[in-house]
């Protein structure tokens, strides 16, 4: 079974819409962390936000935040805002404390921003 | 700050040749990883090491082996390409994780790895 389930292989947003991505996973651990990473044309990847299954509130960082809904085991990113620069594949990973808290990483989704 | 370097960038192997893809971070991190990703889909972890000297298998460690034998280095060699191992290579580092696992990774640029 997919641990991280990324539905969207692909999006069309408008320039300055806010954009919201979504990532499902599986987990019995109760101890376990979400990441969302960002890998641009150019194909490094970066790093945009975290969230702990024991955070009580939903991560954010700058135009990116996650809207964490834990009994859904859902972990979406939301950009606001968005910008052009924003175009890239986005991928969703987790790390479970049973599993030497190894990333285990969605198929992505592949986000173009229109002007 | 360079923080984590790959070398080669790009390499075009026959099938039956030996490389070695060198991995080096200058943050002090003790954890350090390898990954794949292929086409459509996202990274998949080949080894990873907890210290130097220290190696474990991930997801799909058959066909590499990895050597930790200093703490900012992590190597990963491919004793007999196959067409299979066509990938991009990543290399990433983190302190150890904590609670829920909260340290980021920190990736390279990585290695594109044609297999022909």
């Known amino acids: 079974a997919q641990k991280i389930t990324q539905t969207q292989p692909g999006m069309f947003v408008q320039e300055k819409e806010a954009v919201t991505l979504d990532c499902t996973y599986d987990t019995s651990d109760p101890s376990y962390g979400l990441f969302w990473y960002k890998q641009p044309s150019s194909g490094e990847m970066i790093f945009l936000i975290y969230?702990?299954?024991?955070d009580q509130q939903n991560a954010t960082e700058g135009r990116y935040s996650l809207n964490f809904q834990k009994a859904r085991k859902s972990a979406n990113l939301v950009i606001s805002a968005s910008q052009l620069g924003d175009s890239a594949m986005y991928f969703c990973?987790?790390?479970?404390?049973?599993?030497?808290?190894?990333?285990?990483w969605g198929a992505g989704t592949k986000l173009i921003i229109k002007p | 700050n360079a923080g984590v370097t790959q070398t080669p960038k790009f390499r075009v192997l026959k099938t039956g040749q030996s490389m070695t893809l060198l991995c080096a971070q200058d943050?002090?991190?003790?954890?350090m990883y390898w990954y794949r990703q292929d086409p459509g889909m996202g990274l998949r972890l080949i080894h990873y090491?907890?210290?130097?000297?220290?190696?474990a298998k991930g997801e799909v460690p058959d066909g590499y082996n990895v050597s930790r034998l200093k703490k900012q280095n992590f190597l990963l060699g491919l004793e007999s390409a196959a067409p299979s191992q066509t990938s991009v290579y990543f290399c990433a580092s983190s302190r150890p994780p904590g609670l829920a696992g909260q340290e980021t990774q920190y990736f390279g640029p990585g290695t594109r790895l044609l297999v022909l």
């Open positions: 990973a987790m790390r479970e404390e049973d599993s030497n808290y190894q990333l285990i």
């Open positions: 090491s907890v210290g130097e000297g220290t190696t």
């Open positions: 943050m002090n991190h003790e954890y």
């Open positions: 969230q702990g299954s024991y």
